[in-house]
């Protein structure tokens, strides 16, 4: 016969009061029976299964709605999508946090030198700054839509669509950034740890790979990663943005990024600097593939070249400005160098200047 468990033996089987008992009855997410006799409540084997299963997921942080959502649709693509949406919520935070505490530090090295009067204006900046910067990281918005067509991505490149035809140069794009980050590292392959920003259906992922180099994928867009995980198994990825990179100080030799950047506008690519910089280590590399010009006249230049289809193709994107970039990681005394693939397309290596 099943045995019964009575309120107060499960609390003392898991280390619960009660009320967490009467709470997750009250929320729907743990329903016991009850005695005919006295009408108390009393709990199965299979209760305790259930039980157990939501402080598991409480300890990760779920929410009681997460959690009743995965009991009640307990299929790995179900938790997975749950734990993706835990995953982003922790990564906010974590950015949310650092910022300050980054400010925070920031302000107290300046109080030391600041007098009495200056420090209040000190910090009255800094939040507004922190403030500035928060608005543009949370406001970030995937304008293009990659969820939708990342089943049908592989094929619009190798169709080169768009009036631009900008992918005519595609795998030349991705080779070059291959080779550029890769070169003279003196390193054991398996030692290089990469990261592919926008990684997209992994096709430049694929490269390193394919040699063996320790990979990790983020893209702001699910569709693309399970398409990108479709292709490549092996492939680790991670839900994550240029803005709000999801790992800690220092941890990358190597940083990649193609067709990705432009999604991005002059302010969000600062940020995104800051970003790659950060997680990039000492000594590490940034090499970006995409559409850029190298400066505002050069555009103009070739901006009168085009038809009225083009520009407007041209304005639903942010090419970068390759100067201005070159001035926002020299902050970081780092220098660039350009290579030009075609007009529109350049590849841009970044490392520390010697
Ligand atoms: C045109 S696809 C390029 C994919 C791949 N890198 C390639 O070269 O084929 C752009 C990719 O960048 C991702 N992306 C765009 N903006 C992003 C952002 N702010 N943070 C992370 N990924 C972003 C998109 O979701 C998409 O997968």
């Known amino acids: 016969m099943n045995k019964k468990y009575s309120i107060n033996e499960v609390a003392q089987v898991f280390n ?3 009320n967490k008992l009467r ?3 009250k929320k729907g997410l743990v329903k016991a029976y009850r005695d005919n006799t006295n009408n108390y409540r009393y709990y199965t084997k299979e209760h305790l299964v259930r039980i157990q299963t939501i402080l598991m997921y409480r300890v990760l942080g779920f929410s009681i709605e997460d959690i009743e959502h995965i009991l009640n649709k307990n299929y790995k693509d179900n938790v997975l999508e749950h734990f993706y949406k835990q995953w982003e919520i922790l990564n906010n935070e974590m950015d949310r946090v650092r910022l300050l505490k980054d400010s925070i530090e920031e302000l107290m090295d300046e109080m030391y030198e600041s007098d009495d009067k200056e420090y209040i204006d000190k910090i009255i900046e800094s939040v507004k700054k922190i403030h500035q910067v928060r608005c543009i990281k949370d406001n970030w918005k995937d304008r293009w839509n990659f969820n939708d067509w990342a ?3 592989d094929i619009s490149i190798r169709k080169n669509i768009g009036s631009l035809k900008i992918y005519k140069n595609y795998d030349k794009i991705l080779q070059t950034v291959y080779e550029k980050s890769v070169k003279n590292i003196d390193k054991d392959i398996n030692r290089i740890k990469v990261l592919d920003i926008g990684v ?6 694929e ?3 394919n040699k063996g180099y320790n990979i990790i994928g983020i893209d702001q867009s699910r569709e693309m990663l399970n398409v990108a995980k479709q292709k490549f198994p092996n492939l680790k990825v991670r839900l994550g943005e240029f803005l709000k990179i999801p790992f800690n100080n220092n941890q ?3 940083i990649v990024s193609t067709y990705a950047f432009h999604h991005l506008n002059d302010m969000e690519k600062n940020l995104a600097i800051k970003e790659m ?3 990039l280590k000492d000594d590490g590399r940034i090499v970006i593939g995409d559409l850029m010009f190298e400066n505002d006249v050069k555009k103009e ?3 009168n070249e085009f038809t009225n289809e083009q520009i407007e193709e041209i304005r639903d994107e942010y090419y970068s400005d390759i100067e201005k970039l070159e001035t926002e990681f020299n902050k970081y005394n780092k220098r660039l160098v350009k290579n030009k693939i075609d007009k529109l397309n350049f590849v841009i290596s970044i490392d520390n200047k010697k």
Do not use: Q
């Open 23 to 25: 709470f997750y009855e």
């Open 301 to 303: 230049n070739l901006i």
């Open 16 to 18: 619960i009061t009660t």
């Open 151 to 153: 089943k049908t991505y």
């Open 200 to 205: 997209g259906t992994g096709n430049l992922s």
């Open 277 to 279: 910089v950060r997680v």
């Open 252 to 254: 990358f030799d190597v």
């Open 207 to 209: 490269k390193y790979l």
